[in-house]
């Protein structure tokens, strides 16, 4: 197993050399180009994603054709449109790498399997779900409550190498902010 991948389990469960071994063809890596698309809106999501290398966003494109970024998943971050890998409808987002990626993609046949079938998976994969959810919980409430400078100080505070891999538009629309504004606020600092 990747290095990486063993050291995220390591630090999440208790599993042993042999159990982890076990879990080694389950995932199979991939080599990304930058801004490849990984799953498009309208497509069901069939594979869970662990950045070994590079960066992947999960976004939304609305009406007007402005993106949203939701998610940005750096080396040794899973990455997936759970919503439709665990209910197997048409995702309503886009998976794209932002930077030439390696990733360990493993189908969702599998990783449900383990999940079902191997307790350091479950572990992980309630982990997976439980930094979602307090992620996204932090993020509903700073964007309501904080203005756009506060937000953009928060983000570098949090991941500071978004400013230096990430183009403006992308931490714009991470941040629900147009590009001129994150110039301007970066300006300001």
């Known amino acids: 197993m990747h290095?990486?991948?063993?050291?995220?389990?390591?630090?999440?469960?208790?599993?042993?050399?042999?159990?982890?071994?076990?879990?080694?063809?389950y995932f199979r890596e991939k080599t990304i180009?930058?801004?490849?698309?990984?799953?498009?809106?309208?497509?069901?999501?069939?594979?869970?994603y662990f950045v070994i290398s590079g960066c992947?966003?999960?976004?939304?494109?609305?009406?007007e054709g402005l993106e949203n970024t939701r998610y940005i998943a750096f080396e040794r971050k899973f990455a997936t449109?759970?919503?439709?890998?665990i209910t197997g409808q048409p995702s309503i987002e886009y998976i794209q790498s932002l930077e030439k990626s390696t990733v360990l993609a493993i189908s969702k046949e599998d990783f449900f399997?383990?999940?079902?079938?191997?307790?350091?998976v479950n572990k992980v994969y309630r982990n997976?779900?439980?930094s979602a959810y307090i992620t996204t919980q932090k993020r509903i409430y700073d964007l309501q409550g904080t203005d756009s400078l506060n937000r953009l100080k928060l983000l570098l505070a949090q991941q500071p190498?978004?400013?230096?891999?990430?183009?403006n538009k992308?931490?714009?629309?991470?941040?629900?902010?147009t590009p001129y504004t994150l110039s301007r606020l970066k300006s300001s600092l």
């Open 3 to 25: 290095t990486a991948l063993a050291a995220y389990f390591y630090d999440i469960t208790d599993i042993n050399e042999e159990t982890l071994a076990s879990l080694t063809p």
């Open 33 to 48: 180009r930058k801004n490849e698309v990984l799953l498009r809106e309208g497509e069901v999501c069939q594979s869970n």
């Open 56 to 63: 992947i966003r999960l976004y939304s494109v609305n009406q």
């Open 81 to 85: 449109s759970f919503t439709s890998l």
């Open 113 to 120: 399997y383990l999940v079902e079938h191997e307790p350091a």
């Open 128 to 130: 997976i779900l439980e």
């Open 161 to 167: 190498q978004v400013f230096k891999r990430l183009s």
């Open 170 to 177: 992308v931490i714009a629309s991470y941040l629900g902010i």
